[in-house]
């Protein structure tokens, strides 16, 4: 799509060569009845950004000189309690410096209007993702990805704030396959809250039952986050959403996935996400610590993500893990604002991983069991227990007993190769007969220590050393 074909997409958009001091903007990303997101330049410092801008179509519209111009005076109201919000979420979405959480660079007010700058992310929406590639999505893609999330969500609850507005709509999956999360909404809420329209404001499906209440906010805490991750991750699952929380509340036709039993994921999943969906909010995980306990999985910590973005690094530990003491946040009073998000970077074709965009690797489906297992001797030679070496056999007296079996080295590293048409792989020297899925990756398990994997083959050599410290699942490509 041209730069011009998007402007005519995207009522009210500004023009491509629009210049904000420094920043250039070079692409209409997208756009929604509350804001248009730009691709932009910045001249100052020579990198791409991304440029969100307060624009609610249902109330202003774009004048010749480029300002906002109400629809009508009874929209003042409305229009300058959304800007004041959207200013608001700017300021402390800038406080934030998370990894998986949209990360503000600066803001400004200018064309009647608020714009913020963020860093640019590519990939695409996890909607996006899952309709185009669903076969990425199982138990392992899963497992690798949602603890950061876990670590972004906390990071809010920990400040005292909610999303409230989490779908998948909102997660951006960059090409390097680490989660990013988006759009926070509150600038949309507080405009449905003037006009009445607060049911058709938030997601249907997403959204718990309290959020529908006339005080919403006494009741919501860190368990309306984890009702609407809950529908995200059932959503990933089985293909849909739960029904709307106001109909469940009067009759619950949303069958448990443990009852429905989708092939290929575990019960603890299935029994944390059934949880996490429960119409009352006592009901559910209080905390994403208890949340993440139940599936059994840590929250991913900002080093831990960090590490993540270098090539053949652990994304994500596997290790039990104690969950941290839960805060009571029970009928916590949550501020009237909340952090906001936006949409950026939106490229067709998401790449999980580095140096290609390939499905997920087919052996991922035993990612999370193999990840806790301690190591086997599925990648040695094939030694027959009961044979000896020549030594062995002129000292071992007659009536030796069978030899024990070794002892299984502990942690274990479930880690997936990018193997090319034509190369063979050495680990530690030795050759791995190892072939790659279709999607180009091969996995093993691996004790700790360091390990040194080669890669040969059309006239080249990769390599790269891993030193693994503690069980987790890594992605390799030299």
């Known amino acids: 799509m ?24 070079k692409e209409v990303i997208g756009g929604g009845g509350f804001g248009i997101v ?34 009508s ?28 959480l949209l990360h503000v660079l600066r803001f400004w007010v200018q064309n009647d209007t608020a714009y913020m700058g963020t860093l640019f992310y590519s990939g695409t929406t996890l909607s996006r993702l899952r309709e185009q590639k669903p076969e990425l999505i199982n138990e392992a893609w899963i497992r690798r990805t949602l603890p950061m999330l876990f670590g972004a969500i906390k990071t809010i609850h920990d400040e005292g704030y909610l999303h409230r507005d989490i779908s998948l709509d909102n997660i951006q999956i960059q090409d390097n396959g680490l989660p990013v999360l988006l759009d926070f909404g509150s600038a949309r809420r507080t405009i449905g809250n003037l006009s ?9 499906g997403f959204a718990p039952i309290e959020q529908y209440t006339d005080d919403n906010e006494s009741e919501q805490g860190p368990w309306t986050d ?38 290929g994921y575990s019960i603890p999943l299935l029994q944390a996400i059934d949880r996490a969906l429960a119409l009352h909010m006592e009901d559910r995980p209080q905390s994403i610590d208890e949340f993440a306990a139940l599936i059994e999985m840590p929250v991913a910590g900002i080093n831990d993500v960090l590490t993540a973005k270098k090539p053949g690094t652990m994304l994500v530990p596997v290790e039990d893990e104690k969950p941290a003491s839960a805060l009571d946040w029970r009928r916590y ?15 067709a074709g998401a790449m999980l991983f580095s140096g290609g965009g390939h499905d997920a690797p087919e052996q991922a489906a035993q990612a999370p069991a193999e990840t806790r297992a301690t190591e086997t ?28 079996p070794p002892v299984e080295a502990s942690p274990v590293a479930l880690v997936y190769i990018r193997i090319l048409d034509g190369e063979t792989l050495k680990v ?13 990756y091969a996995s093993l398990k691996l004790p700790a220590g360091e390990v040194k994997i080669e890669l040969q083959g059309n006239g080249r050599t990769r390599g790269q050393t891993l030193d693994i410290t503690k069980p987790g699942t890594w992605l390799v490509n030299p």
Not at 333 to 347: D, E, N, S, T, Y
Request: proline residues 10%; charged residues 20%.
């Open 2 to 25: 041209t730069d011009n074909d998007n402007n005519r997409t995207v009522p009210n958009a500004l023009p491509v060569g629009y210049r904000f001091n420094e920043f250039e903007i």
């Open 38 to 71: 730009y691709r932009a330049w910045d001249h100052q410092l020579e990198r791409t950004i991304a440029i969100k801008e307060f624009m609610p179509s249902s109330l202003a519209v774009r004048g010749d000189d480029m300002t906002l111009v109400l629809r």
């Open 73 to 100: 005076e009874r929209f003042g109201k409305a229009f300058s309690a959304g800007l004041n919000s959207f200013i608001q979420e700017a300021r402390l979405l800038a406080r934030f410096n998370h990894p998986n």
């Open 196 to 204: 009445d329209e607060t049911e058709t404001m938030l997601r249907p």
């Open 226 to 263: 984890i009702y609407a991750l809950g529908a995200v991750l059932r959503t990933l699952i089985v293909g849909s959403p739960p029904p709307v929380s106001v109909v469940r509340s009067i009759q619950d036709t949303c069958k448990p996935l443990v009852e429905l039993m989708p092939q």
């Open 333 to 347: 009073k949550i501020p009237g604002m909340v952090a906001a998000g936006v949409l950026v970077g939106v490229v």
């Open 377 to 404: 001797a599925a990648n040695a030679p094939d030694v027959k227990p009961e044979t000896a070496t020549v030594n062995e056999q002129a000292t071992a007296p007659a009536t030796a007993q069978p030899t024990p």
């Open 428 to 440: 530690n020297g030795e050759p791995k007969a190892l072939r790659p899925a279709n999607n180009g």
